[in-house]
Every structure is written in C-alpha cells, then in structure tokens.
Nanobody, 126 residues
Framework: QVQLTESGGGLVETGGSLRLSCTASGSTFSPRAMGWFRQAPGKEREFVAT????????FYADSVKGRFTISRDSAKKAIYLQMNGLKPEDAARYYC???????????????????WGQGTQVTVSS
C-alpha cells in the first residue's frame, strides 16, 4: 500500500512563494515518476509538473514554466514544488501523485497515475 502525504499549502499574496512537499510511504514502492496536479473549483484536474525518478528529468505545464520548480529527494521518496511568482489563477487544491509503471508520454495524463494524495490547498489573494 502506497500513501502520499502532502504539506505546505496556504494563503499567499500575489507574487509570493510557497513550497509544497510530498512523501511516499511503502518500503517496496519504486516510483517511475512523481508529480503535481491541481484542481480549482468547477475545473478539471490539470497537470502542473512531474519528475522522472531515474535521471531526474522534469516536465512542466506551460502555465507554470519558469515560476515553479519540482525536485526530489530519492532517499526520502519525497518531491517538492517550489512555487514563485504566484498568481490568482494558481489558486487550487494541489495533489501529489505517483506511479511505478507509466511512460513518459503519459506524464501529463491524470488517469495514468495510480497513487494520489489528499491534496493541499493553495490560495492566492489579489
């Protein structure tokens, strides 16, 4: 059983920064990729960023490229999302996700991931 636990959400002013964290439990879990999606009220869940576990290659949505940075700590099975220059449109519930089998072409597809956290809320005031 794999559990993902997120932390780090909160309220921030426009232009501010937040750092989200996610840790995967499960001693035998070997991720192929871990990432972040977000979902605002009334909208579909959308891809934010993913990191490929082997090699550490990163992938971003165009809307966050240059402002957000995803990173990982392999020893802790943890990922982080450093969010700078936050905008009101970044406000959403952010979900950590992981999978051990998906391929690169699936990284932006939420349906391809097997494991999800409960989410952490990010609110950006204008």
């Amino acid at each position: 059983q794999v559990q993902l636990t997120e932390s780090g959400g909160g309220l921030v002013e426009t232009g501010g920064s937040l750092r989200l964290s996610c840790t995967a439990s499960g001693s035998t879990f070997s991720p192929r990729a871990m990432g972040w999606f977000r979902q605002a009220p009334g909208k579909e869940r959308e891809f934010v960023a993913t990191i490929k576990w082997r090699g550490g290659h990163t992938f971003y949505a165009d809307s966050v490229k240059g402002r957000f940075t995803i990173s990982r700590d392999s020893a802790k099975k943890a990922i982080y999302l450093q969010m700078n220059g936050l905008k009101p449109e970044d406000a959403a519930r952010y979900y950590c996700t992981a999978d051990s089998t998906l391929i690169q072409s699936e990284f932006r597809n939420p349906g391809a991931y097997d494991y999800w956290g409960q989410g952490t809320q990010v609110t950006v005031s204008s």
